[in-house]
């Protein structure tokens, strides 16, 4: 039996102008979830446990683009989304609209697990959480200031951001040739989070979190929450995209990555190869993927994906560049 | 090759429907049909097609979107859509409309007029209102039966997917086969059209299960599930909105075609017979090269096709009436 092996990603989409320092943190946090995946691995912990766990983690840090330190919609309000995905039955739970739950990723499980449903949005989805007796906090929580500042400039180019990370009075006079949803890369970064796992049973599973676009109208939906092109796990792998929303939804990418490896007969990396090199169009985006072998593989075709991988026989890497 | 079309009102129509309510919604099949083939025949693009389609069937309060929505467990309208445009990739989709008369419009404004794909509840409504479509007071999409149906199924305490007539006392002794909790299904329409350059669309529209949870988004607004269009096939599913999300059905039927080579009957009858649960599923497709499919695994299914040549039929369970 292949051993587990697990991926997380914190977004795709990387200003090559990022300070280092911010660079660095950022790959602490993801080597500090791999860190939490790998152990609960290792104590036998079940994969769709595993993704929940790592998601949390990565949606409590204010680092990324969700949970704490999500962007804000154009009322200057977060509203985050979320999914995850069980591959041994397809089972799977999502929930968009989300303004005072700590932990989006959880209520996703719970609609997956506890509701006659697959996906609760806005009200309705507030009113399951509190019957659920989930945390919940202010929506001021997950406000951050350097996102205020975000969407003050957003709204001054008018335009939709997707995220940035970098404080608003160092990007003025940043140059870039890198462009993103028509936006240079220097104020377009998604950092949409998620993990991808197959446990030492070989059952695969994926979430993926969010706060979406900066500046987004209020209602907006992206392709975290929607099963098939945000998310996607089944008996032969478990998927999670990050990038363009558009383009992911268009193209089903998750979906796409197990299609070709169901209906093609190709091997992780090649589905993961074709998918992003095909699938993507004028898009740009990325993903994260494991195998029931306990392969892992990730792609991405524009400037940089935070990632983290490892596999039980010791591999391990995290990274931002190609 | 000329154009050709398939919608359909819902999957899941009990064997032992009445006369009285079978007529109204053959009737009403056969004239969303003759919509669209005279929208086709006057060159109309497949996205235009199919939006006019739905939207006459959202209008006709027999089946359960717009007009005629089933209800949530507060008793209330929620109703979602979504429309591809098969040449682009093109999408638009929307949920948890409580005033808009027209889903599937919106959800096409919402594709054409927002740098976004999808607009839901409270921010979809505001969108309405900015764009100035048709939107009246929740009420106006409320029908008897449709309360009638919310009363039952909250004593049966369950979810329904909706049903084409109230449950008598005697449902037992029905042919049709239950869904897992004993419900049959229905609900949802839906249509896909391809003119004569191979020019695919795709559009459905519901108002989801009765007596769901507030705030429940179904397959219906999922882009690849309910509602999927490419140069290869357009497709609407109906049916268990979780079995469709969940098996991506409507992507499944184009990926089939895409990575095995299959036909589009081939592609569609795998996704219906093989790969999602009996009595869950139904859905209708066109290829680019004209072909029609319209597979289900529920006891019927409301559905009309027609092709340039002439042909045309209207049906509900395995005898088309050919027209």
Redesign the interface.
Same mark, same amino acid.
């Given at each position: 039996m292949a051993g587990w092996a697990i991926a997380v990603h914190g977004g795709a989409g990387v200003d090559p102008n990022l300070p280092p320092q911010r660079q660095e943190e950022a790959k602490q946090l993801l080597t500090h979830c791999l860190n939490l995946g790998i152990s609960a691995l290792r104590s036998g912990a079940s994969a769709v446990d595993v993704v929940e766990l790592v998601v949390r983690q990565l949606e409590t840090d204010p680092i990324f683009n969700s949970g704490r330190g999500s962007a804000l919609t154009a009322k200057g309000t977060v509203e985050m989304e979320a999914s995850i995905?069980d591959g041994t039955k397809?089972?799977?739970g999502?929930v968009?609209?989300v303004s005072t739950v700590k932990n989006p990723v959880s209520l996703a499980r719970l609609v997956m697990e506890k509701?006659?449903?697959?996906?609760?949005?806005?009200?309705?989805?507030e009113?399951?959480a509190r019957q659920q007796g989930v945390e919940v906090v202010d929506n001021e929580y997950f406000i951050t200031p350097d996102n205020v500042g975000m969407l003050k400039l957003a709204k001054e180019a008018n335009t939709?951001m997707f995220d940035y990370r970098i404080p608003t009075e160092k990007c003025a006079g940043l140059e870039s040739p890198v462009k993103m949803n028509g936006l240079p890369i220097s104020v377009y970064a998604p950092e949409t989070v998620g993990c991808v796992v197959v446990d030492s049973e070989g059952r695969c599973a994926a979430a993926t979190s969010t706060g979406g676009?900066m500046n987004?109208?209020?209602?907006?939906?992206?392709d975290s929450p929607?099963?098939?092109?945000g998310t996607?796990a089944c008996e032969v792998c478990g998927v999670s995209c990050t990038g363009e929303?558009?383009a992911i939804?268009?193209?089903?990418l998750a979906?796409?990555v197990a299609?070709?490896m169901e209906?093609?007969d190709l091997g992780l990396q090649e589905a993961v190869d074709f998918v992003i090199k095909h699938r993507l169009?004028e898009g740009f985006a990325g993903l994260i993927a494991v195998s029931n072998k306990g392969e892992v593989a990730y792609g991405f075709n524009c400037n940089g994906m935070f990632r983290g991988c490892a596999t039980e026989n010791g591999f391990m890497e995290v990274g931002i560049w190609e | 090759m000329g154009w050709a079309i398939a919608l359909h009102g819902g999957a899941g129509v009990p064997y032992s429907l009445p006369p009285e309510r079978r007529q109204p919604r053959e009737e009403a099949l056969r004239h969303c049909l003759q919509i669209g083939i005279k929208a086709l025949n006057s060159k109309m693009t497949p996205l235009d097609v199919v939006e006019l389609v739905v939207r006459e069937l959202e209008n006709i309060p027999h089946f359960n979107a717009g007009r005629g929505s089933v209800l949530t467990n507060k008793g209330t309208i929620e109703m979602e859509a979504s429309i591809m445009d098969g040449n682009t990739?093109?999408?638009g989709?929307v949920?948890?409309l409580t005033t808009v008369v027209n889903a599937v419009s919106l959800a096409r404004l919402v594709m054409e007029n927002?740098?976004?794909?999808?607009?839901?509840?409270?921010?979809?409504e505001?969108?309405a209102r900015q764009q100035g479509v048709e939107t009246v007071d929740s009420s106006h999409f409320i029908t008897e039966e449709n309360i009638e149906r919310l009363n039952q199924a909250k004593e049966a305490n369950r979810?329904q997917i909706d049903y084409t007539q109230p449950i008598y006392n005697d449902t037992k002794s029905e042919t049709e086969t239950p869904f897992a909790n004993g419900d049959s299904q229905t609900g949802t329409v839906g249509c896909v059209a391809v003119d004569s350059n191979g020019n695919l669309a795709s559009a459905t529209s519901t108002g989801g299960?009765v007596n769901?949870?507030?705030? $429940?988004?179904?397959d219906t607004s999922?882009?690849? !599930?309910g509602t999927?269009a490419n140069e290869l096939c357009a497709v609407s599913a109906t049916g268990v909105?979780?079995v469709i999300? $969940?098996?991506?059905v409507a992507?499944?039927v184009a !990926?089939?075609m895409e990575?095995?080579g299959l036909s589009l009957k081939e592609a569609a009858n795998i996704v219906i017979h093989e790969r999602t649960p009996k009595g869950t599923v139904g859905l209708v497709a066109v290829s680019a090269a004209g072909d029609i499919a319209m597979p289900y695994n529920t006891p019927g299914m409301f559905r009309a096709s027609a092709t340039e040549d002439g042909y045309s039929e209207v049906a509900i369970w395995s005898e088309p009436i050919i027209e």
């Open positions: 995905m397809r089972r799977c999502a968009s609209g509701s006659p449903h697959s996906y609760l949005a806005f009200a309705g989805a009113e399951f939709i676009l987004k109208m209020s209602g907006r939906i992206g929607l099963i098939g092109a996607y929303g558009e939804i268009r193209g089903t979906r796409e299609a070709v209906y093609k169009d | 990739m093109k999408c989709a949920s948890g927002t740098p976004h794909i999808y607009l839901a509840f409270d921010g979809a505001e969108f979810v299960l769901k949870m507030v705030g $429940r988004i179904g999922v882009i690849g !599930a999927y909105g979780e999300i $969940r098996g991506t992507r499944d !990926a089939l990575f095995k």
